[in-house]
């Protein structure tokens, strides 16, 4: 699938890979949605492998990275501060310990919980991108807190591109 290069592109790719993503679990059997995951992690180096155990370690991923996008956007354009994506203490090079503690920090949340925070997200997601200019979302450099990049390329990644790979990871989990 090719990168979303319009606001239209975008939200029909976030849309669809949404909407396969949701299609997939409700092919997973109760057992299947709620059980860890016991594929074979062998070879494979990404920490999420080892990290995220169950649909509802993914889930949670994916909505606390649109929260994170959420709160940028706000901060950003609507409060007017100049506020980096990741929030402090964490750096790019340090993102996966972020990640770790969204894990930990959600392990008494219910799969049933996951799921509602994700559809919400999504929704006020989808939302706020509707509600941004072609020009805000993919000129590239427009911010100075946007860097060298544009505010599509964080839109994508926290949609089309995050739920792309939560679809090969359930895959995955439900050919094991």
């Known amino acids: 699938m090719a990168r979303p290069k319009t ?3 975008l939200l029909e ?18 057992q299947q949605q709620e059980a860890n995951f016991t594929y074979d992690i062998t070879g494979k180096k990404e920490a999420h492998w080892a990290r995220d ?5 993914v889930l949670i991923h994916l909505y606390e990275w649109q929260q994170l996008l959420l709160h940028w956007l706000k901060r950003n354009l609507d409060d007017g501060e100049q506020t980096p994506f990741l929030p402090a203490p964490y750096k790019w090079s340090s993102y996966g310990d ?11 949340t219910s799969l049933e919980e ?6 919400q997200s999504h929704k006020t997601v989808m939302d706020v991108i509707a509600s941004l ?3 805000i979302l993919f000129t ?10 544009n505010i599509a390329s964080y839109c994508i990644s926290a949609t089309c591109a995050h739920y792309t790979w939560a679809i090969k990871k359930l895959k995955l989990a439900m050919k094991g």
């Open 7 to 9: 606001k239209l592109e």
């Open 13 to 30: 790719q976030a849309t669809t890979q949404f909407d396969k993503l949701e299609d997939m679990i409700k092919q997973m059997t109760p």
């Open 53 to 57: 155990k169950n649909l509802r370690d």
């Open 98 to 108: 972020m990640n770790v503690m969204f894990w930990e920090k959600h392990q008494q």
């Open 114 to 119: 996951a799921k509602t925070l994700l559809r």
């Open 133 to 135: 200019s072609e020009d």
């Open 140 to 149: 590239k450099a427009k911010y100075p807190w946007v860097g060298t990049s």
